[in-house]
């Protein structure tokens, strides 16, 4: 009896010996330990001695198939990779991509099914995924949860917000992990949304700092056909647990192998800055599948839009339709309010200014027939996106755009109904390609439909893919808003040229953000591709746009111009009406001069909630800019110069937050100094809370020798 435990011991011992398996990333930096608890798969991940992640499981729960545990290792496979690749656009021409992998392939000895889990360990990060291969033993199945978990190793500090089904447009929270619940509930309680899946859950990416000064970042890259991840946080032991979002049945994915999931990241980092200059997300996604890009074309643009967000005119054309039905009505047969936005007269005076200002794009809301009941009871059937009302002539202002070289972008606003859109979806682009749109800002505000869906499940997920992949097939780019928030998706289809998901600028016209706002975006929203942040706001006092809008913005000037470089977008927007422009045109210069695509980026200094700071350089001109958005308190930033070309003298022209400026008294007060600098110089600039600086640098010439130096 007992010869015959000590065997069976030592047959455990053994086998635990067997399963154990580590990788380390190519630098050194980071290993990863794999290993079978009783059968129950689990990892962990440390940055040279400090721990990550602890030892954390990993699995699913689902029907039709136990993928829970009970596994044994069949056999590891190993690889490394190291290449460079380049984008069609972003914040480099070149990325390079270096890894190690290891891919453990599980086997289920009581039933044969199999299940592989493959790790990616880069020197800034982790990524992984599981993987289904054809199998007998395995076919359909259901998720009912996905049980991986994030083991943190201590009570760290995290930017979050609440783990919503529905929108990302929330303002940050920043506490310790262990403080999470009790913030939440408190959010819950006071009905910030109805949507909370639990009084304990968070959205990705999140944002962590540790006591010892370690930045580390979750997330989740190439999300395609699975619902969106959010994390669920057991509070007594620190662990993270995979909560995806579900169908209304509860279920959360359907699948059938051969299949694999999005990977799961981990951004490691000792510096801040390190994560913003992460490529984890992107390099975990396909290569481009468009084999022709010639028509993908970053640009700067203007909309029709924000004063319809301030209230100072409207979406829709008249106020007498009632309860019509709105597929029927004859819209040449009743009155207008008057205060309809998209006006012919008034998108040729939008036309005018982006061609006197080399803006290469306008942007009109609410062109379209439908918007009196957009959110009412015929909202499944309310837009056709090809009807425009009768005062918008859009064969007029087609051509009039054309002659002053402006593109004009189409609105499609789904008002939450994806299958309406997707039976109108090849009528809707056939009709923008016949009248010159080759760029598309999509909508999904409200509800989505039918009842008891949500904007991220896996359903949505593929909605929101499949919109990307015919525009593709049209040549057309799309920003979408109100979608699932991005995983790096934009590398496979840079079609996808730009996202909103998260909360805009636009909030500042309605309940404002947090002055710390814009500087948790680049640790949070934008780890997974670019916003349509729609900075570039002149105006902070909204009651002189619109005097019932009695609200005031949150940040000075200065901190909209540091946005154009801070948030790298490919499409870009002056968000403001150009009366306001007209009235600061020395300011407007830098938003006229910055560019919309990069050759390299520099993030100079970074510390989440607190300031940004990053210098790029132009693609094909070799121009840099430097931006900073700085957060809930004033900042000095001394940054050196370095990244400029060694062998040149530069005139860099600053445009800072004032002395005395303050983002609620003096938002507007501002300077723009002109200095002499070379890569040796060092920029010494302070920023006020919620306030920022753009810098643009050019080549001195001899006339200017009386510039003082820096």
Not at 85 to 91: A, F, K, L, M
Not at 600 to 626: C, D, I, N
Not at 631 to 652: C, I, N, Q, T
Request: with cysteine.
């Amino acid at each position: 009896m007992n010869r015959t435990l000590i065997l069976s011991a030592a047959a455990l011992v053994l086998g635990s010996a067997l399963s154990a398996q580590t990788l380390t990333s190519p630098g050194g930096k980071l290993s990863l330990d794999f290993t079978l608890d009783g059968g129950v798969p689990t990892y962990s991940l440390s940055y040279g001695s400090t721990p990550v992640v602890k030892p954390s499981r990993l699995g699913f729960d689902t029907k039709g198939a136990d993928l829970s545990g009970g596994f044994s290792l069949e056999d590891v496979s190993r690889d490394s990779y190291d290449g460079t690749w380049s984008p069609v656009w972003g914040e480099e021409s070149s990325i390079r991509s270096h890894y190690n992998e290891m891919c453990v392939h599980l086997v289920r000895p009581s039933d044969g099914v199999k299940m592989d889990v493959r790790f990616r360990l880069f020197d800034d990060g982790l990524g992984f995924r599981y993987e289904f291969p054809a199998q007998k033993s395995l076919s359909h199945f259901i998720i009912k949860d996905e049980l991986t978990e994030f083991a943190m190793a201590g009570d760290h500090t995290a930017w979050w917000i609440p783990g919503d089904y529905d929108t990302q447009e929330y303002d940050y929270t920043c506490s310790r992990l262990s403080q999470i619940r009790s913030l939440l509930r408190g959010a819950v309680s006071d009905n910030v949304s109805q949507y909370v899946f639990s009084d304990t859950g968070v959205q990705t990416a999140l944002q962590m700092k540790t006591d010892d000064g370690l930045y580390i970042n979750i997330h989740e890259a190439a999300l395609v056909d699975y619902p969106a991840m959010h994390l669920e946080l057991d509070d007594a032991r620190l662990v993270f647990h995979s909560h995806l979002t579900p169908y209304s049945n509860g279920y959360k994915a359907f699948m059938q192998a051969p299949r694999t999931t999005p990977w799961r990241t981990v951004i490691v980092s000792p510096t801040g800055a390190g994560i913003l200059s992460s490529r984890i997300t992107l390099n975990l996604n396909e290569p481009c599948k468009i084999e022709d890009t010639s028509w993908i074309r970053p640009r700067k643009f203007m909309g029709v839009w924000w004063e319809m967000i301030t209230g100072k005119s409207e979406w829709s054309y008249t106020d007498e339709l009632g309860s019509v039905d709105l597929n029927t009505v004859d819209y040449s047969k009743v009155k207008p309010h008057g205060r309809h936005g998209a006006t012919t007269e008034n998108v040729k005076r939008y036309i005018d200014f982006a061609s006197e200002n080399g803006i290469d794009a306008l942007l009109v809301e609410g062109w379209n027939i439908g918007w009196e009941d957009w959110f009412g009871h015929m909202k499944d059937y309310v837009f056709d996106f090809v009807t425009p009302y009768p005062d918008f002539n859009l064969e007029e202002i087609r051509d009039y755009a054309a002659a002053k070289g402006v593109r004009m972008i189409m609105h499609h606003e789904t008002s939450g109904s994806p299958r309406n859109y997707e039976r109108h979806l090849d009528a809707a682009y056939s009709f923008m390609k016949r009248n010159g749109y080759d760029a598309v800002k999509s909508g999904y505000v409200g509800d989505i439909q039918p009842v008891g869906t949500n904007h991220y499940n896996q359903w949505m997920v593929n909605h929101y893919l499949y919109c990307v992949q015919k525009a593709a097939q049209y040549n057309i780019m799309v920003d979408a808003h109100e979608a699932v928030r991005p995983t790096g998706l934009c590398r496979t289809w840079p079609n996808l040229i730009c996202n909103e998901s998260a909360r805009g600028n636009e909030y500042q016209a309605t309940n404002g953000s947090k002055t710390f706002h814009e500087a948790v975006l680049p640790f949070t929203r934008l780890i997974g591709g670019p916003m349509d942040y729609t900075p570039g706001i002149f105006e902070m006092d909204m009651t002189k746009v619109n005097p019932n809008r009695r609200i005031h913005a949150n940040f000075t000037l200065a901190n909209q111009l540091g946005i154009y470089v801070v948030f790298a977008s490919p499409l870009q927007m002056a968000g403001d009406l150009p009366e306001n422009y007209e009235r600061f045109p020395d300011a407007f210069r830098f938003i006229r001069d910055v560019a919309v695509d990069w050759d390299e980026s520099v993030y100079l200094e970074a510390e989440p909630g607190e300031y940004v700071t990053v210098a790029r350089k132009a693609k094909g001109s070799g121009q840099w800019f430097l931006g900073n958005v700085t957060g809930e308190k004033d900042h000095v930033s001394r940054v050196s110069l370095s990244f400029l070309d060694p062998s040149k003298e530069y005139v860099a022209t600053v445009y800072a937050d004032a002395p005395d400026a303050n983002y609620l008294t003096n938002p507007q007060a501002y300077t723009i100094r002109s200095y002499r600098c070379t890569s040796s110089s060092v920029l010494t600039q302070k920023a006020v809370e919620g306030g920022g600086f753009a810098v643009s640098f050019r080549d001195a010439t001899p006339g200017d020798s009386s510039l003082g130096k820096l």
